[in-house]
């Protein structure tokens, strides 16, 4: 309800969203690129990296293979293998040869010797038991060269408890191919787990795993040795390469590399965890989504202000509208913006002063007819014939020596005169009182002492033009409904001050007052806008109304009471608005 009642609301959220969904769909792409980028990345990084490694192991195993050999520099002894029995000397020396091969690496674990010639095998582990017979593989010394399966020259194997490399090596009486017997070096994985660490890191979740042979047989693992990867389940048919896969409950990728040593097939493969290859995106991302998000802040403010912006001149617009809706036409005036909005508030307000205009002057029109149809009551009794009557009557009560009664007359004749005069709208300021001294003289002779009045007006304001009939209507309120409503008795004062080109009338009583409902009540009726109201003749409103007729936004009023204390009614008008002239003549501002 919020978002389809504000067009504050759809407007932010429509810039939120016009930001939030490139930047989400850019970050989509972004990180699916990266990822993508530092997944190959990765990948040709750790090819080039278990390359090297496996350049290391064949360095290692050639190393190896060379260790084999040295029966080669010892002449004598190449003779005495030659021969067909055993004799003390050939013991002692096969035994310092393997002695030798023993001490020569820190990971060697035990060292055979098969002779053919003789059919008898020589074992030394950790330098004792020469000669014992443990559980090794069974080898059989082919007779010549030829008959020897090289594919099975390294194999893995086990001392003890303890995963070992057998490399199996032929004694061949070169230049012939006589095979003399074989050597077999039963190698701990200590060096190779030297050469191996470097390539993985194992707090990354990262693994790397060592197979030889066709058979593929796991010689080393950085990981447990019971975490083995299902090689039945991979696809590794090229010579390098990378596939997706899962292992120990983890995605990642498999990057492996194929080698050969000799006849030896070699397979050395890591797995590297899909987080470990999106630690780099990851944290880019997070940088970009921090950045990101500050940039929304800003477009939220940014879309905040301009939606306020926007939305400002159009509640302005509203508020206006709901004034005209209730008959009040004044407009507080408006910033100057020249966009739309801007010039569409000044044109509304154009507007609005043009139909106040056409308003005034339809209030105008109104005035005429009234005063019109009040000519029309007029014409029916002949004026001279009132006044020749009233006359004659206040003659007669002379020759009778009732002066009071020819007194009232005379001041009922003026008030007929000063009414019934059509053709001058607009008197001086003395006239005007004038009138109202004869009604209040009248209304004296009526309440004897019961009523008091007085009357305060400064010379330089007699001779400022008024419109005709403001005071009298003023004084019959008060009178009327304040004091004969009241109590009976009361006190008048009308007041009138000129103070720096402002002309206030005030009209002050005693009587019953009014209450603060009333009051409320009238100035929402005079800010309605609806002048004229047959029922009640000439009134206080209408007053009020007539001279923001003529004077406009030079004309303002107030009217306070406190209930037989004091009930003041204002009249504020500017003297721009009048003029001194001749007291007979009409100064209509139609």
């Not at 330098?127 to 017979?133: D, H, Q, R, T, Y």
């Not at 090289?150 to 001392?159: G, L």
């Not at 020249?338 to 609005?352: K, N, P, S, W, Y």
């Amino acid at each position: 309800m919020w978002i389809k009642q504000s067009l504050f609301a759809k407007l932010l959220i429509g810039m939120l969203l016009a930001s939030v969904i490139p930047f989400s769909l850019s970050n989509i792409v972004s990180y699916h690129s990266t990822s993508q980028g530092m997944e190959q990345k990765t990948i040709e990084l750790n090819q080039k990296t278990m390359s090297l490694g496996m350049d290391q192991v064949k360095r290692y195993l050639q190393e190896l293979t060379l260790d084999s050999v040295g029966y080669y520099q010892d002449n004598e002894l190449m003779s005495n293998l030659r021969k067909t029995e055993v004799s003390p000397l050939l013991v002692v020396q096969i035994r310092e040869q393997l002695n030798k091969l023993y001490g020569s690496r820190s990971e060697m674990r035990a060292v055979r010797y098969i002779n053919g010639k003789i059919n008898q095998a020589f074992t030394l582990q950790d330098n004792v038991e020469l000669g014992a017979k443990l559980s090794f593989s069974d080898i059989a010394v082919p007779a010549v060269k030829s008959q020897w399966d090289e594919t099975k020259e390294f194999e893995v194997t086990q001392i003890g408890k303890e995963k070992v490399l057998a490399m199996h090596r032929m004694l061949i009486d070169y230049p012939a191919p006589t095979v003399l017997g074989v050597t077999s070096l039963y190698v701990g994985l200590d060096k190779l787990a030297s050469l191996m660490r470097p390539l993985s890191e194992p707090e990354k979740g990262e693994v790397i795993f060592l197979y030889i042979r066709d058979e593929n047989r796991l010689l080393y693992t950085s990981g447990l040795e019971q975490s083995v990867v299902d090689l039945d389940q991979q696809g590794f048919t090229s010579a390098s390469g990378s596939l997706s896969g899962e292992f120990n409950g983890r995605q990642g990728i498999f990057i492996y590399q194929k080698e050969q040593y000799k006849e030896l097939p070699l397979l050395m493969v890591k797995f590297v965890p899909r987080e470990t290859i999106n630690e780099s995106a990851n944290q880019m991302l997070n940088r970009v989504l921090v950045i990101q998000l500050l940039a929304i802040a800003f477009v939220i403010v940014l879309a905040a202000t301009l939606s306020f912006i926007t939305i400002a001149p159009i509640k302005r617009l509203l508020r206006m509208i709901g004034q005209v809706e209730t008959g009040n036409y004044k407009m507080e005036p408006v910033p100057r913006h020249t966009d739309e909005l801007g010039v569409l508030e000044q044109r509304f307000q154009t507007m609005i002063r043009n139909l106040d205009e056409l308003v005034i002057k339809e209030y105008r029109s109104r005035l005429e007819i009234s005063t019109a149809r009040l000519k029309m009551l007029q014409a029916q009794i002949n004026p001279h014939f009132l006044y020749n009557t009233l006359q004659s009557i206040g003659t007669l009560a002379l020759r009778n020596g009732v002066v009071e009664i020819s007194d009232r007359l005379t001041e009922l004749g003026s008030i007929l005169r000063y009414s019934m005069d059509l053709k001058t709208e607009n008197v001086p300021l003395h006239r005007e009182i004038r009138h109202v001294e004869d009604y209040l003289s009248l209304q004296k002779g009526r309440f004897k002492h019961k009523l008091s009045y007085s009357i305060s007006c400064p010379p330089q304001a007699m001779d400022l033009l008024v419109p005709k009939m403001i005071l009298q209507p003023l004084v019959e309120n008060s009178i009327v409904h304040g004091i004969e409503k009241g109590k009976g008795t009361g006190t008048l004062h009308i007041g009138i001050e000129l103070v720096e080109q402002k002309l206030t009338i005030r009209v002050i009583d005693n009587g019953k007052g009014v209450e603060p409902e009333a009051i409320l009540q009238m100035r929402a009726e005079y800010a309605s806008a609806q002048p004229y109201r047959k029922d009640e003749g000439i009134g206080l409103m209408n007053v009020l109304y007539r001279l923001r007729l003529y004077y406009g936004s030079g004309f303002e009023w107030e009217l306070e009471s406190t209930p037989y204390a004091s009930t003041v009614i204002s009249l504020g008008i500017s003297t721009e608005h009048t003029a001194g002239g001749d007291p007979g003549e009409s100064a209509d501002r139609g």
